[in-house]
């Protein structure tokens, strides 16, 4: 919960524009100073970046939809924070601004995070679009806290092919707290990290275009329970995957290596969700979810998928329904059960905050 006086924050870098609208729909919206959006229903226009020694905090309860024309984004830039503390009742939502029925994969941008930590490739270019570097010499740096929180339909391609993901995190410290993070319907990958130390516990990603957890570029962090639950109509052009990691663009040895730790992991697979599944282009055809933004479709591939140079460890976990197992070799395979298909269900720690049917969600 927040505690601060919205009334105490600065009037001269306002960020909420009429009742509810945050940014002013320019693609360089800046927050300069400490903000808090007060619990409701608000629409976010535009990029919208939290600076270096600014702070936005977000009620628990509070509703951040999209918008699609000005391909809205939050972006949290190196020495800016985000407190996004929603509850398991009362869980902070960013979803399209679309009507019910009507939302699709790529709505709006999405959220990123991005930090003063290391990564493997200097001072770095976040993907997408948007004009922050990220990177540092801080492993222990804060960007704030994110817990209990959704990201629903987000990934507006900002140039052809160059979507952005769910969640990106790109050079995020090990001072950042993530936990209870849900991204269904992004038009890329769900979460994405960029080097960074960020430990990240109870990810959900859901009906996700591309890959569920995409590491690159020397992430070192802990992830604990985390759920990928794929829809059997979609795959990237890339080649979906439930983890894709890799050291970097080349998978040169570039120091650190990406090396994260992945324990109690659940992953459902296209033949676990859909026992028709066909791994053909004339299957994954996008069904009545293809975006109308050149959005290519694509094959699954590999539960795993581990490129040259990288360093991961698998721990006590369960992996469904991928037409292959694990390509390429992990530092630690430890408890890693891989089956052909098994009927999903929904892990405990998913309950009341998560929601699988948000194109059914008023909001
Ligand atoms: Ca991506
Ligand atoms: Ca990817
Ligand atoms: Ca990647
Ligand atoms: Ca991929």
Known sequence: MSCSDPSSDDTDNNIVFGNNVI????????????????????????????????????????????????????????????????????????????EVGERKPGDWGGLIICGKATNNSDIMQV???????????????????????????????????QEINGVTFGSVGSGTQVDHLQVS??????????????NCDYLVAYHCWDDDFDVDNG???TCNYLLGYRNSRI???????????????????AQPNTAPTFNNVTLYGPYSVDSFFENTTQYINGNDLRPDNES????????????????????????????????????RQENVVFLDSETPSLPAWTNTWCNFDPQNTVY
């Open 296 to 331: 290519l479709l694509g094959l699954y591939g590999a539960a795993i998928s581990l490129g040259s140079n990288t360093a991961v460890n698998f721990l006590n976990s369960t992996i469904s329904g991928y037409p292959a197992t694990i390509t390429g070799t992990p530092t």
């Open 23 to 98: 940014g002013n729909g320019e693609q360089e919206f800046i927050i300069t100073n400490n903000q808090t959006l007060k619990k409701g229903v608000y629409l976010m226009k535009g990029w919208c970046y939290i600076t270096d020694g600014a702070t936005l905090t977000i009620e628990p309860g509070t509703v951040i939809k999209g918008d699609h024309e000005t391909m809205a984004a939050l972006i949290v830039e190196p020495g800016g924070k985000l407190f996004a503390e929603g509850t398991a009742t009362q869980p902070i939502v960013f979803t399209s601004e679309k």
């Open 235 to 253: 795959a990237d052009s890339s080649i979906s995957h439930g983890f894709e990691c890799d050291n970097n663009s080349s998978n040169s040895n």
């Open 219 to 221: 992430y070192r962090g």
């Open 185 to 198: 319907y992004s038009n890329d990958d769900a979460f994405e990290w960029f080097g960074g130390t960020v």
């Open 127 to 161: 993907e997408g679009g948007p004009r922050t570097l990220h990177g540092g010499s801080n492993d222990a740096d804060n960007s704030g806290v994110i817990s209990y929180v959704r990201v629903e339909f987000a990934g507006y391609p900002f140039k052809k092919n």
